[in-house]
């Protein structure tokens, strides 16, 4: 059995990753990304962004979200819509525009109107509003909230839940998958969408962790069934694991038992519906490049050789 046969054998919906369109030229990449045993769902890592999607207001761009949307609906796996409304990859016309909030108000349901209505019925899940939390648990301050204030949150679900009324909407954040003050930010951004009246149908928990400092897996389930008690369901969403460079077999090791402590508290949790890595093979992994000296934090090494951390997933399904 591969991860997402056995993910499907435990009740969960699909075990899952992210990709992007640069990877799609590598044939073996694309070989193993639709293996179907290991992966029946797929992300976009960037290509349904805002900057992507809506370069110039109004003009909508959907080529390279379709390509991967396409991927998907051939391979038979479900996919996961990223993202509608984040403070990161907006374009100039947003980021330099001079907003009230009447217009940027427009401007949000517009976008959100556009493109959840463009995949209708082809994504599983979309995260609507992505990132609005501090550390501390308070709104960050975006354009979105300093413009809109938290009303920005339910806008975007009414317009998205408008546009596709069969979609499952999330909350996505990271940092949200312990307890804590961030995790309570978000238990309220659950509960603030609940009291408009909007529907709100999942959180999703990103899970970017370091290898031998995760939550641990009582806690990460705990967790879980603190959202699933709002009635919503929850997903691990951009799972990976980095590590300071060089990899070393103890390091390795630890990444095993880490994986599996995430992935178990899915298995622990009956709301839980699936696991999604933040890509499958260290070769395309936007770790190294985003935090300096880390690395080597996916299930797979840059060679597509599968890591200790594969079978500690595999173990925990
Ligand atoms: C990352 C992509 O993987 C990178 O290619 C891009 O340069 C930056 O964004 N949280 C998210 C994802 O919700 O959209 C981010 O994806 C990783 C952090």
Redesign the pocket.
Known sequence: AGLNTAAVALGKLYFGS?T?NGELSDSAYVTQLSNTQDFGQITP??SQ?WDATEPSQNVFTYTNGDTIAKLAKTNGQKLRC??LV?H??LPNWVTSGSWTNATLIAALKNHITNVVTHYKGQCYAW?VV??ALNEDGTYRTSLWYNTIGEAYLPIAFAAAAAADPSVKLYY?D?NIEYSGAKATGALRIVKLVQSYGVKIDGVGL?A?FIVGSTPSRSNQASTMAAYTALGVEVAIT?LDIRMTLPSTAALLAQQSTDYASSVGACVDTKGCVGVTI??WTDKYS?VP??FSGQGAACPWDSNFVKKPAYTGILSAL
């Open positions: 992210a992007d890592g960037n962004k990223h993202n984040w990161n990859q995260d992505n990132e996505n990271y990103q970017h951009e933040w890509d936007w490049g985003t």
